[in-house]
Nanobody, 121 residues
Framework: QVQLVESGGGLVQPGDSLKLSCVVS??????MAWFRQAPGKGRQFVAV????????YHANSVKGRFTISKDNAKNTLYLQMNSLKPEDTAVYYC????????????????WGQGTQVTVSS
């Protein structure tokens, strides 16, 4: 049974950092990604990494501030978030795909339950 379990969210102030984790069990995937969803908005692509090659892509809105990474031995996906802004407030989801790196939610086969990130002073 495939499971994706996120952790690491919380309430922080603007300019702070957080590191999200997503533990994957059940099988390996071609690509894994982070998406986020703010209240009243659709699910937004944040970053994706090809699991074997380690090649990553980040959305323009987070480029230079967020970094996606992985630990193969721990089957864990990470999202290091620095210089957080109020507009980064959302529920963050990790997702797994059998196919190549994609920014489209429809291309992902499994999703975690989400972890809330709130950036507020």
């Amino acid at each position: 049974q495939v499971q994706l379990v996120e952790s690491g969210g919380g309430l922080v102030q603007p300019g702070d950092s957080l590191k999200l984790s997503c533990v994957v069990s059940g099988r390996t995937f071609t690509s894994m990604a982070w998406f986020r969803q703010a209240p009243g908005k659709g699910r937004q692509f944040v970053a994706v990494i090809r699991w074997n090659e380690g090649i990553s892509y980040h959305a323009n809105s987070v480029k230079g501030r967020f970094t996606i990474s992985k630990d193969n031995a721990k089957n864990t996906l990470y999202l290091q978030m620095n210089s957080l802004k109020p507009e980064d407030t959302a529920v963050y989801y990790c997702a797994a795909s059998y196919s190549g790196a994609s920014p489209r939610p429809a291309d992902y086969n499994y999703w975690g339950q989400g972890t809330q990130v709130t950036v507020s002073s």
